[in-house]
């Protein structure tokens, strides 16, 4: 007993060597740098729900839904959450013993020299055994049936920070997949946008086609009556074929717009539902402060977040391998040198346990040079961090001045068109009792044409952006 206790004090006495050794060699933690500071804004000034006028239309939220359910970029996301989530569960169960059902045999030659072969032969010669205790020789088997285990003990936490880095990981491939959703939906919204804004060009064209045709009509008669020129005639159809050649070009942009979005909805081209009215969507006014809250709230600012956590806590069990390690491997089972004797209980079982305290001597600078690694992606995680909050703050404050600035210019053009509309009427009605030229009529449809389409083109960026912003504030 008291050489016990003696073993047991020197163990606890190597261990508190070993370990002061181990802790004189941990290399120093580089010291983060200071992090961004956000300017101080008033108050959180947006609220998500006033930016998600756009997305009220049903048929924008039907294939909103489509692309939630089959966009192949989202199903790859899930994937990699499943796997991270897999990860996360290994590094929660690396603290517990591993535990293994073993069935093995085999058999050793031992030469006559050895230690085995002299024991084993000389143990066959005692008259204090019995048959069943003779050892076969030439070759000696050895059979088992029954568990081994392996368990490290978690001393200085090395398993607890890469379980946290794990866990960091796992969180930040949603937020991974939570931007992702954002920018599909954003996507879809964008596009579907597009098209109604396409159609009404459209639709725009077709109008001013009509009224071109009209205004040519009218010269041609003036001509048949020697009232305008050949010329005005040519300058009208010259016009009118420019209207219906755009026409055609606008065709061309709703048919590769239809495909994009059917490709962000995981299928094959197909028409697209879409609205013909979308005026009483255009959203209201929005207010100029940065919300610093909801903007730390972006996926990749979250995202950026959890993968500085995962790397420091990288840091954390690289440090921690610098000391010893303690590992049991206990076992239990039936074992012996003959199968007929294998379940002979009890005098086949046997157990075990054994302790190991382990210390990496030799492999010093590997350990330096993966802890160097781990801290080196700990910082490029936080510089990271660092420039997604400049680029999320830079980007919102760059899209909420160009919804003021759409906005504001939407509600101009609508009164420069109501205006030039009616100087059309007026070209026309000046022209046929002749207090007006030909040219002016042209140059008056013209404008009125482009302003429409400009108006149209305002009234798109108005959506954008305000989809946008939803995006760049994170989405939901």
């Known amino acids: 007993m008291n050489n016990q206790k003696r073993y047991l004090r020197y163990s606890i ?9 181990s802790a004189c060699k941990l290399p120093k933690q580089v010291a983060t ?6 300017p101080a804004a008033p108050a959180d000034t947006i609220d998500l729900a006033a930016l998600t006028t756009v997305f009220k239309d049903a048929n924008l939220k039907t294939l909103i839904d489509t692309a939630l359910a089959a966009n192949f970029d989202l199903l790859a996301a899930s994937q990699r959450v499943v796997v991270a989530q897999s990860q996360l569960r290994m590094a929660r169960n690396a603290w517990l013993p591993q535990v293994n059902a073993v069935v093995s045999a085999g058999a050793d030659k031992y030469g006559d020299y050895t230690l085995n072969g002299v024991g084993n ?15 076969p020789v030439s070759p000696t088997p050895e059979f088992f049936v029954g568990f081994r285990s392996t368990w490290e003990i978690d001393l200085w936490g090395k398993l607890r920070a890469q379980k946290d880095a794990s866990y960091s990981r ?16 954003a996507g879809v919204a964008t596009l579907y946008y597009d098209l109604v804004a396409l159609d009404h060009e459209l639709n725009i064209i077709r109008r001013n086609t009509d009224l071109q045709l009209s205004a040519l009509n009218t010269v041609e008669v003036q001509k048949a009556g020697g ?38 909805l995981g299928r094959l081209p197909r028409p697209i539902v879409r609205s013909t009215d979308t005026v009483s969507l255009i959203p209201g006014a929005i207010s100029t402060g940065i919300p610093g809250t909801l903007l730390l709230q972006r996926p990749d600012i979250q995202q950026a977040e959890l ?16 000391f010893p390690s303690l590992t049991i491997t206990p076992y239990a089972g039936y074992n012996a040198f003959k199968a007929e004797l294998l379940f002979k209980s009890p005098a086949s079982i046997a157990w075990g346990a054994l302790g190991a305290l382990t210390m990496p001597v030799f492999n010093q600078q590997q350990l330096k040079s993966q802890f160097n690694i781990n801290q080196a ?4 995680a936080f510089y990271r961090y660092q420039q997604t909050i400049v680029d999320g703050y830079s980007e919102v404050s760059t899209i909420m001045n160009k919804v003021l600035n759409e906005q504001d210019t939407w509600k101009l053009k609508t009164e420069e068109v109501a205006v030039l509309r009616e100087a059309v009427s007026t070209s026309n009605l000046l022209f046929t009792t002749g207090y007006a030229n030909y040219l002016e009529v042209i140059t008056a449809q013209k404008s009125v044409l482009e302003a429409e389409l400009t108006l149209i083109s305002t009234r798109r960026n108005v959506y954008q952006g305000m989809i946008t912003l939803y995006r760049a504030l994170g989405g939901n």
Do not use: H, M, W
């Open 227 to 264: 009232r305008a020129t050949e010329l005005a005639v040519q300058q009208f159809k010259a016009q009118l074929l420019s209207t219906r050649a755009l026409e055609n070009t606008v065709k061309q942009q709703i048919v590769a717009t239809e495909n994009q979005l059917n490709a962000l």
């Open 170 to 185: 796992y969180l930040a491939t949603r937020e991974g997949q939570r931007l992702l959703r954002t920018q599909v939906i």
């Open 13 to 21: 006495y190597a261990l508190t060597l070993v370990t002061g050794v």
């Open 307 to 322: 993968e500085l956590a995962a790397g420091n806590a990288d840091v954390k069990a690289a440090r921690a391998a610098f």
């Open 377 to 380: 992606n700990a910082l490029t």
């Open 121 to 135: 032969y000389d143990t066959n010669l005692s008259p204090n055994i019995d048959k069943d205790q003779k050892i």
């Open 33 to 38: 740098p200071v992090p961004v500071t956000l």
